[in-house]
């Protein structure tokens, strides 16, 4: 929610600051604002809507030059979407300016305590009372540093507040508390960003924050303290992927995108898994097998597609280690007084590493001494940084609002555990495991395979462009893709979408067919058990309600030819596997309706990409 930029160096901030906002801009599109040290005073210049608005009135009457600058593109909270409400926010005298990613929860006290005393408001934002108490404070003599360390003990909830002084061009200050910000690091400049994206163009190299801390970056330098003054240090790593990965690459969407680098994304999280000896091995998991073994209940906790990999985790995890794995809503989990003990283990799956809702939750397991462990994507991110160890995902940055290659590379760090703790726990044999391991191997090809049928899903897609509701049906590992696929039609063709367990179905939603609504049915394999003939008993029940049938079923599965309208073909995977293959044509199939009904992809309405407040 909400992407910030930072700079002091010898280029010019405006374009400095503008470009990292066109490469946040995912965080946050409500509205982006710029605001540099100029001569003494601060210019600015703010805008409603997206970046894009920023920027053609920047052109048409530009800020003057400066090498000091700070920016901000707006997911808003407190108050509407207007120029009002945009960030940069200005001090009473309009010394200093400031933007703000979080919400600070004691605002309408600071702000009656300010109104009292004179001060006047130009917004309805909790961020502006920021910018006062911090201009009171340069006022007073202090340096924005010190300014910054004094006016955040006094702020409660979650910010990461960047701030300059028009007066002192040659510092931009920042502080965060439960909301991102890392910092980059280049030759004589210096950049502030809510990720890597922000500055990858310039520099690869970058610095994490701790909790509450204060840093000032000059062109020679970075300074960090605590909220109490007190010295800190940051960790500094390197960034493992360039500016091309941030591009669009020829696709007219970052989702497209990363739907085709989907058969990359997982093979590089497969990279490096076993060993000489054939084990697997999960380098960064950091948690002794002793404590694995101890494990005797797996709490997965995840919000949106994350929750949904949760659920394919489910029936892994149990599958192959007979572990009890519940599957929880990070938003619900903390405030139910979860059972948790030392031999829990608690799993948080999140692509940003940044979510509110699952940070908060990992904190109250770890206060009640379980262990935490993350699936993430992003390194150097707060969740991982606040787990006990961390399996990363290895997708590259995902800049679609919509997740695509997150989530298939969850589900693969999701096997990779489920495989880990059977190893440990010795529940199946060295062979299962390197069986299991080599169908994963395969599963780059078999992505590509859906791939290339994407054509045919986009014809269908585009017949759509009426529909007002389409169903998905999945069962066992295909139910959680049902739900998935729903999602992405929901958050990209803004339609009503819903995702059912097929054998759910006539106990009450089967009223909602009518003639010709699309039904997405995805077909378990054939094998063993019964569930590919139970799915196709759901298909004729829908069917004889005047459903329209959408089928993804294996390559040679011809039972189901009868009773689908349209057929996708799926590779022939196991059914724990499915999911990595069964989503692709789910994702394509929203990405093409939503485009064919003239939607912006990759920045949905109402949404941001990753959900820092709670
Ligand atoms: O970064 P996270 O994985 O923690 O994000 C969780 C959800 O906000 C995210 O998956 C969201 O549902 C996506 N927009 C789905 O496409």
């Excluded at 994304?265 to 054939?278: E, F, H, K, M, P």
Aim: glycine share 8%; hydrophobic share 40%; proline share 4%.
């Amino acid at each position: 929610m909400c992407g910030i930029v930072g700079y002091v160096g010898a280029k010019q901030a405006q374009s400095v600051v503008v470009e990292g906002l066109r490469r946040l801009e995912y965080r946050g599109y409500d509205s982006a604002g710029v605001a540099l040290a100029h001569e003494g005073a601060v210019a600015w210049d703010k805008r409603a809507g997206k970046l894009a608005n920023l920027e053609a009135a920047l052109a048409e009457s530009g800020l003057p030059e400066s090498c000091t600058g700070i920016g901000h593109t707006r997911w808003a909270t407190h108050g509407a979407p207007n120029d009002a409400n945009a960030h940069p926010h200005l001090g009473e005298h309009r010394r200093l300016a400031v933007v703000h990613n979080g919400i600070i929860e004691n605002f309408a006290q600071l702000r009656s305590e300010l109104e009292d005393a004179g001060h006047v408001f130009l917004s309805e934002t909790d961020t502006e009372i920021a910018a006062h108490l911090l201009e009171l404070e340069v006022e007073a003599g202090h340096d924005l540093t010190v300014a910054m360390q004094n006016v955040c003990r006094r702020l409660e909830g979650a910010f990461t507040l960047v701030a300059l002084d028009g007066q002192d061009p040659s510092r931009v200050v920042a502080a965060r508390r439960n909301s991102p910000l890392v910092v980059g690091l280049g030759e004589g400049e210096n950049f502030l960003g809510s990720d890597v994206a922000a500055f990858i163009e310039h520099t690869r190299e970058a610095l994490e924050l701790g909790q509450d801390q204060v840093v000032t970056i000059t062109a020679e330098g970075v300074e960090i303290t605590g909220f109490d003054g007190t010295p800190a240090e940051g960790k500094q790593y390197h960034v493992d992927w360039d500016l091309t990965a941030a591009e669009k690459d020829g696709h007219d969407w970052f989702m497209r995108k990363e739907i085709f680098e989907q058969p990359r994304a997982v093979a590089d999280s497969l990279l490096g898994r076993r060993d000489d000896a054939g084990l697997l091995k999960l380098d960064e998991m950091r948690l002794d097998d002793s404590e694995l073994r101890d494990i005797d209940k797996i709490i997965i906790i995840a919000a949106g597609t994350s929750f949904y990999a949760g659920m394919v985790a489910k029936y892994a995890i149990e599958h192959w280690t007979r572990i009890s794995v519940e599957v929880e809503l990070a938003s619900e989990f903390r405030y139910r007084d979860p059972i948790l003990t030392h031999s829990t283990l608690v799993v948080a799956i999140s692509q940003s590493g940044e979510t509110a809702d699952t940070l908060q939750a990992i904190r109250h397991a770890r206060v009640q001494r379980s262990k935490v462990l993350a699936i993430c994507n992003t390194n150097g991110s707060t969740i991982p940084r606040e787990s006990d160890g961390v399996i990363y995902t290895h997708a590259g940055p995902e800049i679609g609002v919509a997740s695509t290659k997150g989530y298939v590379t969850q589900l693969v760090a999701v096997y990779l555990l489920a495989l880990y703790l059977a190893q440990v726990k010795g529940t199946l044999f060295g062979d299962e495991i390197n069986t299991v391991m080599d169908q994963l191997d395969e599963m780059p090809e078999h992505i590509q395979t859906v791939l290339d049928q994407a054509d045919q899903v986009y014809d269908f897609a585009r017949s759509h462009v009426d529909t007002r509701s389409v169903l998905f049906l999945g069962r066992h590992a295909g139910y959680p893709v049902a739900l998935e696929g729903a999602l992405k039609l929901k958050e990209l063709a803004y339609i009503h979408a819903e995702g059912f367990a097929a054998g759910e179905l006539k106990h009450g939603p089967i009223a909602l067919i009518d003639q010709g609504m699309p039904i997405f049915c995805i077909v378990p394999p054939r094998g063993r058990d019964q569930l590919h003939d139970k799915m196709l008993s759901g298909i004729q029940e829908v069917r004889a309600r005047g459903a329209h049938t959408i089928c993804l079923a294996e390559e040679d599965d011809e039972t189901i030819a009868p009773y689908a309208d349209a057929l996708i073909r799926l590779p022939k995977v196991p059914v724990l596997l499915q999911p990595l293959v069964a989503v692709v044509p789910l994702q394509l199939f929203a990405c093409e309706l939503a485009t064919a009904m003239g939607h912006d992809v990759d920045q949905p309405r109402n949404l941001a990409k990753s959900v820092t407040v709670e």
